[in-house]
T-cell receptor
Framework: GENVEQHPSTLSVQEGDSAVIKCTYS??????FPWYKQELGKRPQLIID?????GEKKDQRIAVTLNKTAKHFSLHITETQPEDSAVYFC???????????FGKGTHLIIQP | GAGVSQSPSNKVTEKGKDVELRCDPI?????LYWYRQRLGQGLEFLIY????????KSGLPSDRFSAERTGESVSTLTIQRTQQEDSAVYLC?????????????FGPGTRLTVT
């Protein structure tokens, strides 16, 4: 089955700087890659996703890039703000009939 | 509209007891998923329902775990003879699965504590 690796497990950045979280996946049939943000004690919230037919997607301060050949995808957050502090999870799926396989999460800490 | 809801929000049970967790998906969503999240960990896929098709049970950790769904409505996850390692937050998600829509929307979860 699919295996998703996520790095780093903890990332601390200064407010206003950029943050990058990286994931790799193993199943070449995976074609859907969402990113979820989970604040302490709350449910995961979808923040951005990308499908395998595109290489990059951007939404305001958040962007995701996908390299299908290398089987890795990354989340980029620019101009970080205190409210960006949370745990971020990447995931991969074949879409269709499969559930999501999640990475282990990255605890992002924004230092004031 | 209303999101995914789950009940109870918290459940404390004694080791060896059975528990039932409930999920109400977003109305009209044909796909429903159960995940488990242990403290400080990622989400583990448990089971998936799509319409009236046979469920994908590939993620269920043991035969003590089972789930049912009637049509495209509520789902119940049952854990029999609970063990301490079953303590976790159990999250339900639903998806519309129309066209290329894959987005899964999560409920608030049920925090299960086995004493």
């Amino acid at each position: 089955g699919e295996n998703v690796e996520q790095h780093p497990s903890t990332l601390s950045v200064q407010e206003g700087d950029s943050a990058v979280i990286k994931c790799t996946y193993s199943d070449s049939a995976s074609n859907y890659f969402p990113w979820y943000k989970q604040e302490l004690g709350k449910r995961p919230q979808l923040i951005i996703d990308i499908r395998s037919n595109v290489g990059e997607k951007k939404d305001q301060r958040i962007a995701v890039t996908l390299n299908k050949t290398a089987k890795h995808f990354s989340l980029h957050i620019t101009e970080t703000q205190p409210e960006d502090s949370a745990v971020y999870f990447c995931a991969a799926s074949r879409g269709g009939a499969d559930g999501l396989t999640f990475g282990k999460g990255t605890h992002l800490i924004i230092q004031p | 509209g209303a999101g995914v809801s789950q009940s109870p929000s918290n459940k404390v049970t004694e080791k060896g007891k059975d528990v039932e967790l409930r999920c109400d998906p977003i109305s009209g969503h044909t796909a429903l998923y159960w995940y488990r999240q242990r403290l400080g960990q990622g989400l583990e896929f448990l089971i998936y329902f799509q319409g009236n098709s046979a469920p994908d049970k590939s993620g269920l950790p043991s035969d003590r775990f089972s789930a049912e769904r009637t049509g495209e409505s509520v789902s119940t996850l049952t854990i029999q003879r609970t063990q301490q390692e079953d303590s976790a937050v159990y999250l339900c998600a639903s998806s519309s699965k129309t066209g290329t829509a894959y987005e899964q929307y999560f409920g608030p979860g049920t925090r299960l504590t086995v004493t």
